[in-house]
Every structure is written in C-alpha cells, then in structure tokens.
C-alpha cells in the first residue's frame, strides 16, 4: 500500500527525536570515529550523521525502537548530510555516501521488525533534508546585512547529492523539514523537481515541515504560517506541517490554522514541550500524547510524532492515542476559482 493510500485511511505516526536517543548512549569521541576516521584531523563527536558510518548497529536499533512503539514513518539519520553541512568536519566529500547508509540502517529496522511482525501495516522510510547550516534569507555578519554565506545555485547543489544518494538508496518520500528560512527549503524543492525532470523519473511524494520559532507566530525567516504554505504549495507536496521550536501546547494554534488553509495533508511533529534551564525536556509521553489526540479528535492532522525531546514512549503513547481516530479529511477545492 503507498503512502498516499494509507493517509486516506488512518492517522500516520512519524518517529521521534533521534538526538535525544543518540545521546543515551554516551558516546565518545572514539566512537563517533570508528576505525575508519581513528585518525580524522577534526574533532567529530556530534556528528550524529556520522553513526550511519561508524555505529550502524545503533541507528538501526533506535529506528527499531520506533518501530515497535508504533511508528508507520521512519526519517533516515540525514539532517546534517550535505556538504555544506559536512564541511563543519571536513567531510563534504561523504554527503552522498551518508545518505545511502543511512537509508540502509532504516531498511534493516524495518526488515528486522517484518521479521517479527509480519502482519504489520505498511513502513515508509522518509528520507530527512534538513535546514542547513547556512541560509540564504539571513545575513550572519550583522554589520554587512545584505552578504550571504552560501548562493543559491550552492543550495541547490548541496541539496541534489543529497537527493539523489536518498533516492538511488530507495526511500519512499522525501521530507524537507525544520524549515526557518523558506528560500532554502525552496532551492531543495527546486532541487528535487529538477533532479527527476533530468534522470525522466516520477517524482518521489515530497513532505514539507516549517518551524515557528516563537510566539509572534512566523519563522525564523520572517513569514507568517499562511505565506510559508503559500510559498511552498506549488511543490504539489504531499504534506504541509510544522516541527520543532514549540511544544503541542504553544503549537495548537498554528496546526489548526494550517489544517483550514491546506489543501493537502498536514503533519505535526512538536518537541517535548519547551526545554528546562538545563536544555532538558520534561513533558511526559502522556501528556504531549493528550495534546496529539485533541488535534486529532479536532480533524487537524494526519501525520503526528515527536521532534525534540521526544522518545520511542512518546510516540507509543501518541500511536496509541489516535489509532481509532479518523484522519483529517482533504479539503474539496473548487476548480473554478
């Protein structure tokens, strides 16, 4: 069953946190390394991409862990896997490699669980295209407001390898997520129709999630949630949502104000509340879950999970929540207007 298949049918649960789960494990410089980068030039703890390559076994395990909590869409470990981003670790060179190893630790997830619940419903690998590091609406000199430190046609470059190594290893949909500047998920939706315009190759489903830094209620970039929607919905995606920044509580708003302007499906994955003085998250599964199931009862959502903070608990608690509850039913647009 495709993905758009089973959005008509059910509330779809994406995963939680990764770096909340990564973090667990205490890793240490040298693992991070590996053998393979013992004797990189650079420091490279925190490069939690980097674990597709040296700690596969960890990355798969906590896909699995999702999994069994109930997740249906699992996002690869490729936030950071551009080489823009890369090049913090003078690793630009490995950003396709990165991709295709990380699509690899999901596959293997998913195959293990198959393994021992054959009867599950269907799993989808969305293959995660982060913010980047560098953006192309914000000047990071104050002093010199009009100087960029990356191009477009940079983006848009950085962001095909990306696309295609997630591609060539068999992802099922593509999810440009956490975006605060708007003009860089645009070159990624560029990159994405022109990469399969030029290989002749339908378009994998493309999922869109913006970020709501604060109260004022638009991104970091400056947009309001409806001009964010309103710039991105000539990708045609297949979802339009928010993560990160705000807990469900401060997000309730923006998700049911964006479930009445979108003519697509919509997603929610908030973090775990706000983060305490120590940068720690403390909402419980249940709570941010009773949050989730509200929206769902609502009709504002059709695909929830977690962002930061968030744990394979949240996410078993929110699957439970809106197992029995009806998707958010597509809008019917006039064609005449």
């Known amino acids: 069953m495709s993905i758009q298949e089973s959005l008509k049918k059910r509330i779809l649960v994406i995963d939680g946190a990764m770096g909340t789960m990564i973090q667990r494990h205490k890793l240490t410089e040298e693992d991070y390394r590996g053998e393979r980068f013992a004797n990189w030039p650079s420091d490279l703890k925190g490069n939690n991409d980097l674990l597709c ?3 596969p076994a960890i990355i798969t395990g906590i896909h699995l862990q999702y999994l069994e909590a109930g997740a249906d ?4 470990n490729t936030f950071s896997s551009t080489s823009i981003a890369m090049a913090d670790y003078d690793m630009q060179a490995l950003a396709y490699e990165l991709n295709v190893a990380a699509t690899k630790c999901v596959r293997d997830a998913i195959n293990q669980f198959k393994s021992k619940h054959p009867n599950a419903s269907e799993k989808y690998i969305a293959g995660s295209i982060g913010p980047l590091n560098k953006t192309l609406s914000l000047s990071p000199d104050v002093n010199n407001p009009g100087y960029r430190a990356v191009t477009f046609d940079e983006v848009v470059i950085a962001y095909t390898e990306q696309i295609k190594g997630l591609d060539d290893a068999g992802v099922d949909v593509l999810l440009v997520e956490t975006i605060f500047d ?10 994405i129709k022109e990469y399969y315009r030029q290989i002749g190759k339908a378009e994998l489903p493309i999922m869109i999630s913006g970020t709501i830094t604060d109260a004022s209620g638009r991104t970091l970039s400056g947009q309001t949630l409806e001009a964010f929607y309103t710039s991105v919905a000539h990708a045609n995606p297949l979802s339009v949502g928010l993560n990160c920044a705000l807990g469900a509580q401060d997000m309730r708003s923006h998700i049911e104000e964006l479930s009445q302007i979108a003519t697509c499906y919509t997603s929610a994955y908030p973090n775990a509340g706000l983060p305490n003085a120590m940068g720690e998250y403390d909402e419980a599964p249940h709570q941010t879950a009773h949050f989730i199931e509200e929206w769902a009862k609502n009709n504002f959502v059709n695909i929830v999970g977690g962002c930061c903070g ?5 996410i078993k608690h929110m699957a439970d929540n809106v197992r029995s509850i009806a998707p958010r039913p597509l809008p019917i647009v006039d064609a005449t207007i």
Do not use: R, S
């Open 182 to 191: 708007t003009l860089n998920a645009k070159a990624a939706i560029f990159a």
């Open 73 to 76: 869409i699992i996002e690869t």
């Open 310 to 314: 968030t744990t394979p608990d949240h």
């Open 53 to 55: 390559l040296t700690q």
